[in-house]
């Protein structure tokens, strides 16, 4: 993967598929700390303890359709490789945290890249799901929250091209507004 | 600013409203974008970006666009199923935005299977 909004968008789609009902995605860029951090959490069906000791491992799946899962240890090299890590906290019944950190400024750490078209996929895919997405540049933050969205536009479908395109350029200008740069 | 308000929903609410009055929404057909990590690498984001495009260009409805996991064919991605009522399903593979832009106008609104990017049906 070339951007880091195409493993955000991979990570959520495991959340949906673990049933759950609302994903909060937090981005925040820590320029004194030089910290990028990439945060995931759910409240979908978790993970046992033998499930999370094997997560980055390649050769490791809960799917029948192929043998590898490659999704998490992708996202776990990304990390490495830009001087960071990678955390998942699970327990089942209760949902997962996927936590990985990037140095900010380190030249192999892959850019943000286009989160609106990331966000607008997971809607697009996941109507009935909620999702939160909390960007933070040092003291600025932007946040957009669908349940806010359906309660506003009523009987109106998320899905609605209108409505996406509303808010592909709402989160276009947030991202901008909060001077976001990585 | 950019923190979104009522009165923006409301305004976008009552314009749809008003469009959806002046033309039926019957179900049409459904676009399936795989999105497996191998979808979403080989560029099924881009995949789906065109077709919601499409959509809103021919402001066309009736069209249930969703996204499934891997199919087991990695290497095909990124892939895209096509379910027209009353048609068998076609999958198509190794898509692209423009590919996308064209299986959307000729299969999706006019019923012609793009079969030189179709890899089954069914």
């Known amino acids: ?182 | 600013m950019t923190k979104i308000t009522i009165a923006d929903l409301k305004k976008i609410k009552d314009k749809i409203h008003s469009q959806t009055e002046m033309r039926e929404g019957t179900f049409k057909g459904k676009v399936t974008v795989h999105m497996g990590t191998c979808g979403i690498a080989a560029g099924a984001r881009i995949v789906m970006d065109s077709l919601m495009g499409a959509i809103a260009e021919a402001d066309a409805s009736g069209i249930v666009v969703t996204t499934s996991g891997c199919a087991g064919l990695c290497s095909q991605e990124p892939m895209v199923t096509v379910e027209i009522a009353g048609q068998e399903p076609v999958i198509y593979s190794k898509m692209d935005a423009n590919k996308m832009k064209q299986v959307f106008k000729r299969h999706v609104l006019e019923g012609e299977v793009q079969t030189q990017f179709a890899l089954a049906r069914g």
């Not at chain 1, 493993?7 to 937090?26: F, G, M, P």
């Not at chain 1, 890590?85 to 750490?109: C, M, N, Q, W, Y």
């Not at chain 1, 929250?145 to 200008?173: A, S, Y």
């Open chain 1, 1 to 182: 993967m070339l951007e880091l909004s195409l493993h955000i968008l991979d990570i959520v789609e495991n959340s949906t598929r673990a049933r759950a009902k609302t994903v909060l995605i937090t981005i925040k860029e820590e320029t004194e700390k030089d910290l990028l951090t990439l945060e995931i959490s759910d409240d979908g069906s978790g993970m046992d303890e033998t499930t999370l000791k094997r997560l980055t491992d390649p050769f490791f799946t809960t799917k029948s359709v192929r043998k590898i899962g490659l999704g998490l240890p992708l996202l776990a090299q990304a990390a490495e490789t830009a001087g960071g890590t990678l955390a998942v906290i699970s327990s089942p019944g209760e949902g997962t945290k996927v936590t990985a950190l990037f140095k900010l400024s380190h030249i192999d750490r892959q850019p943000l890249g286009d989160m609106a078209s990331t966000f607008i996929a997971m809607i697009t895919g996941n109507p009935d799901k909620d999702f939160i997405y909390r960007h933070v540049h040092n003291a600025n933050e932007y946040l957009l929250d669908t349940r806010e969205i359906k309660e506003g536009i009523e009987d109106v479908e998320i899905t609605n091209p209108d409505v996406l395109n509303f808010l592909r350029e709402n989160i276009k200008r947030g991202i901008a507004d909060i001077g976001a740069q990585a």
